[in-house]
């Protein structure tokens, strides 16, 4: 049976990612009916009016709220809550929104018996998840945290190769994801501010939690020095990050984050990692170029200002297929994919003590984050934003009955 998805959210991630990926799903029979909810119709009338989804996929569409016909400016923060309570139970929703808006909103749609997919991070307390982690089993929910560079085939590579002994043992690292100036002018400007995120928090996650995919290792500390700056409405946030992570066995990885790669750059962003590794006898080494991959365009078209583009086809691109229109392909796919499809499974059981049996297998397989597997990454957040507010200073992770963060 195909499953009902809800999207609440309508911005950048669900035009170039989400959206794409659920109109391939309903093309092949696992979706079934999408509605996207946002706060305005404003992301919801550039979703419906997009050049690139409709060439993608002709015909295809969503129902909204609220609707493209209405004129009106009028925001309705709670509006997903009258169209999750109307689901019918053992479908999905999926959390688009800024990071301090997930806790709720994943909490009513699993009250409702609605599976769950939400972009990274979970949310930004380690009670929190944990919270999520026991209504979710008691009820035989499934809850997926989007951490898509999980399903790249590069991580999924190099996580096999070090847990065979390939590499011998993590011992410092390095790792940086610059996005693009641009996003200072997007709706950035109106939620990131120094109250809310920073950096690190937003996307540095996605390299400490694939040091834990790949390693096994957990983090114990963390300390964050960020850099503050005025968007365009005048809003301040730390528009800069540096951070350093040590693990359990003592080793290190410094992560690098910021809005500011230039637009006119050849990459749409930089981002990368280099992990050094030692057995008893030799060296072991692991390095990803995630923002270029070997692939460079120039274009002889006359539309771009910016006709010379490093391209990195292996996150999410839209290729020709033997169908109509054009396809995703790409771990960015691959991860929304694993949990529709993961959701879908669990739902098709018929009894609580089944669905539970499905869950915990999921969690102990590891590819696909879920609380139950990575609220480390909640600790993280904590213990980042505990530094980050007090200039830098470490903090640490303490793991046991009741995990906690404290500053050193």
Same mark, same amino acid.
């Given at each position: 049976?195909?499953?009902?998805?809800?999207?609440?959210?309508?911005?950048?991630?669900?035009?170039?990612?989400?959206?794409?990926?659920?109109?391939?799903?309903?093309?092949?029979?696992?979706?079934?009916?999408?509605?996207?909810?946002?706060?305005?119709?404003?992301?919801?009338?550039?979703?419906?009016?997009?050049?690139?989804?409709?060439?993608?996929?002709?015909?295809?569409?969503?129902?909204?709220?609220?609707?493209?016909?209405?004129?009106?400016?009028?925001?309705?923060?709670?509006?997903?809550?009258?169209?999750?309570?109307?689901?019918?139970?053992?479908?999905?929703?999926?959390?688009?929104?800024?990071?301090?808006?997930?806790?709720?909103?994943?909490?009513?749609?699993?009250?409702?018996?609605?599976?769950?997919?939400?972009?990274?991070?979970?949310?930004?307390?380690?009670?929190?998840?944990?919270?999520?982690?026991? @209504?979710?089993?008691?009820?035989?929910?499934?809850?997926?945290?989007? $951490?898509?560079?999980?399903?790249?085939?590069?991580?999924?590579?190099?996580?096999?190769?070090?847990?065979?002994?390939?590499?011998?043992?993590? =011992?410092?690292?390095?790792?940086?994801?610059?996005?693009?100036?641009?996003?200072?002018?997007?709706?950035?400007?109106?939620?990131?501010?120094?109250?809310?995120?920073?950096?690190?928090?937003?996307?540095?996650?996605?390299?400490?939690?694939?040091?834990?995919?790949?390693?096994?290792?957990?983090?114990?500390?963390?300390?964050?020095?960020?850099?503050?700056?005025?968007?365009?409405?005048?809003?301040?946030?730390?528009?800069?990050?540096?951070?350093?992570?040590?693990?359990?066995?003592?080793?290190?990885?410094?992560?690098?984050?910021? @809005?500011?790669?230039?637009?006119?750059?050849?990459?749409?962003?930089?981002?990368?990692?280099?992990?050094?590794?030692?057995?008893?006898?030799?060296?072991?080494?692991?390095?990803?170029?995630?923002?270029? =991959?070997?692939?460079?365009?120039?274009?002889?078209?006359?539309?771009?200002?910016?006709?010379?583009?490093?391209?990195?086809?292996?996150?999410?691109?839209?290729?020709?297929?033997?169908?109509?229109?054009?396809?995703?392909?790409?771990?960015? $796919?691959?991860?929304?994919?694993?949990?529709?499809?993961?959701?879908?499974?669990?739902?098709?059981?018929?009894?609580?003590?089944?669905?539970?049996?499905?869950?915990?297998?999921?969690?102990?397989?590891?590819?696909?984050?879920?609380?139950?597997?990575?609220?480390?990454?909640?600790?993280?957040?904590?213990?980042?934003?505990?530094?980050?507010?007090?200039?830098?200073?470490?903090?640490?992770?303490? $793991?046991?009955?009741?995990?906690?963060?404290?500053?050193?």
């Amino acid at each position: 049976m195909p499953i009902d998805i809800t999207v609440i959210g309508g911005g950048m991630i669900v035009h170039d990612q989400i959206l794409p990926s659920l109109y391939q799903l309903q093309r092949l029979g696992t979706v079934g009916n999408i509605l996207i909810c946002a706060q305005s119709n404003v992301r919801i009338k550039d979703l419906v009016n997009s050049p690139a989804l409709k060439a993608a996929f002709p015909g295809m569409g969503f129902k909204a709220y609220p609707p493209v016909t209405d004129d009106s400016s009028k925001t309705d923060p709670a509006g997903y809550r009258k169209f999750i309570g109307e689901m019918k139970p053992g479908n999905m929703v999926i959390c688009a929104t800024p990071d301090h808006l997930h806790y709720d909103i994943i909490k009513f749609a699993l009250e409702h018996d609605q599976h769950v997919m939400t972009v990274k991070p979970l949310v930004l307390k380690h009670a929190e998840a944990l919270n999520l982690e026991k @209504l979710a089993h008691a009820r035989g929910l499934f809850v997926g945290v989007e $951490y898509h560079k999980r399903f790249d085939t590069r991580a999924l590579e190099v996580r096999k190769g070090y847990r065979a002994g390939r590499f011998g043992e993590f =011992r410092m690292g390095e790792a940086k994801l610059i996005e693009p100036y641009n996003y200072r002018h997007s709706n950035f400007q109106n939620w990131f501010t120094c109250e809310n995120t920073d950096p690190f928090v937003y996307i540095g996650c996605h390299y400490v939690d694939l040091t834990n995919f790949i390693t096994g290792l957990k983090p114990v500390q963390v300390s964050v020095q960020g850099v503050k700056g005025k968007f365009p409405n005048g809003n301040v946030g730390y528009l800069w990050s540096a951070g350093r992570v040590v693990f359990e066995n003592g080793g290190i990885l410094s992560v690098i984050n910021g @809005l500011g790669y230039p637009d006119e750059a050849a990459g749409s962003n930089d981002q990368g990692m280099t992990f050094f590794c030692e057995s008893a006898e030799r060296g072991g080494l692991i390095s990803h170029n995630d923002q270029f =991959r070997g692939v460079a365009h120039s274009y002889a078209d006359g539309k771009t200002k910016f006709p010379f583009r490093f391209v990195s086809p292996d996150y999410m691109r839209l290729v020709p297929w033997q169908g109509e229109g054009l396809k995703p392909v790409g771990y960015g $796919y691959g991860s929304i994919e694993a949990s529709v499809q993961a959701a879908q499974r669990v739902s098709q059981l018929g009894t609580l003590a089944q669905r539970q049996v499905a869950l915990d297998q999921i969690d102990s397989a590891g590819l696909i984050a879920t609380p139950a597997n990575s609220s480390f990454n909640e600790l993280v957040i904590e213990a980042a934003r505990l530094s980050i507010l007090n200039d830098g200073r470490n903090a640490r992770i303490e $793991y046991g009955s009741t995990p906690s963060v404290r500053l050193v």
